[in-house]
């Protein structure tokens, strides 16, 4: 039976990656410490009930790393110090401690010799010189190459993603193991913590039905690519043993949508229209932020769940959460 490490795995994609691996047959280790404020749960409360050859270590990954010696025939690295934009923006050097767990990792992986080491990178180790109001481009996965001058990406979590699909080149250049990194956008689903913009304007817009007015942080005008969790975790399953090694892959739906057009299809959905405005004392982040899909449409990949769909699930999950309070 095949073996895989999911570090991080009890926070919001980690849990997803363990249920789809359980799913396929995998023995699972579930390696998370349950920081405060990253989303992560106990397994007994996730959506999916892990079932089958399952381990869960309430640990530090880096602890787990030091003290370890077992092969894997996969590792999915997603232990990583992140929450919503808030965090991102007050809790830099917090965030940079991703640094330490990363290079860990690799140290790790080169010591014990995986099968294959799946690296979670992010959509903000793209340069933000490219994100801008203006001459802002869709984000290919080229756009990245250490072989060419680097842009600065977005803050410490920036920096330490593209720091660690710099150490997976030299893993694989230097030691020979194979790897493999996605970038994921902005990924929603319906048990996402509410740190993050989706669920929170989702929540927020059903306590505030009728009002005349809205508002959204920033100019609202800020664009992101919304892709559901289904999707990411299909994606990836399905180019897992297909990328080659050292290569890395967008999970986007080359889709672009504003804060205000986000809130307005909520709105829309819940059964209002009222005006949506920006805040513009809240965060914002870069203008513009989505993934080009051209690399992904090769592989055969593209989105089941759009938008207003995605909506209508996080809604119905609110609803019932609701109800099953109440």
């Known amino acids: 039976m095949a073996r895989a490490l999911v570090t991080g795995g009890a926070g919001f994609v980690g849990r997803h990656i363990c249920s789809r691996l359980l799913e396929e047959g995998f023995d699972v280790v ?9 989303g992560a749960l106990r397994p007994e409360r996730w959506p999916l009930q892990p079932k089958g050859n399952f381990t869960f270590v309430q640990q530090d990954c880096r602890e787990y790393f030091a003290r370890s ?10 232990a990583a110090m992140v ?5 991102l923006e007050t809790q830099t050097l917090c965030v940079a401690e991703d640094l330490s767990i990363d290079a860990q990792m690799w140290k790790w992986a080169a010591e014990t010799r995986p099968g294959c080491v799946v690296f979670f990178s992010s959509s903000a180790a793209y340069p933000i010189g490219l994100q801008g109001p203006t001459g802002h481009k869709l984000l290919s996965e ?11 990406p977005d803050l410490s979590y920036g920096w330490a993603k593209l720091t660690g699909e710099f ?9 020979g193991g194979r790897a493999i990194a996605y ?29 005349d007015e809205v508002f959204v942080w920033g100019s609202g005008r800020q664009c992101r690519d919304f892709i559901h969790i289904s999707d990411c975790v299909d994606f990836i399953w399905r180019t897992v043993d297909r990328l080659p090694s050292g290569a890395s892959l967008n999970l986007s739906t080359g889709v672009a949508t504003s804060f205000i057009a986000l809130a307005e299809e909520v709105a829309r959905q819940i059964g209002w229209e009222p005006k949506v405005s920006g805040l513009s004392d809240k965060p914002e982040g870069v203008f513009f932020r989505c993934g080009d899909t051209e690399l992904q449409s090769d592989y055969g990949l593209s989105p089941s769940i759009d938008l207003r ?10 609803n019932f959460a609701a109800g099953r309070a109440a």
């Open 142 to 152: 080229g756009m990245i190459s250490f072989d060419e001058d680097i842009g600065v």
């Open 183 to 211: 970038r994921p956008f902005s990924g929603y689903g319906e048990d996402q913590d509410l740190a993050y913009p989706f669920p929170a304007i989702c929540r927020r817009l059903m306590g505030e039905r009728g009002q």
């Open 167 to 175: 150490l997976m080149k030299l893993y694989v250049e230097r030691y």
């Open 30 to 38: 579930c390696v998370d410490a349950l920081v405060a404020d990253t």
């Open 309 to 318: 769909q995605g909506i209508t699930r996080m809604l119905d999950h609110l």
């Open 83 to 87: 929450g919503g934009r808030v965090m």
């Open 69 to 78: 010696t077992e092969r894997f025939d996969y590792i999915y690295h997603l």
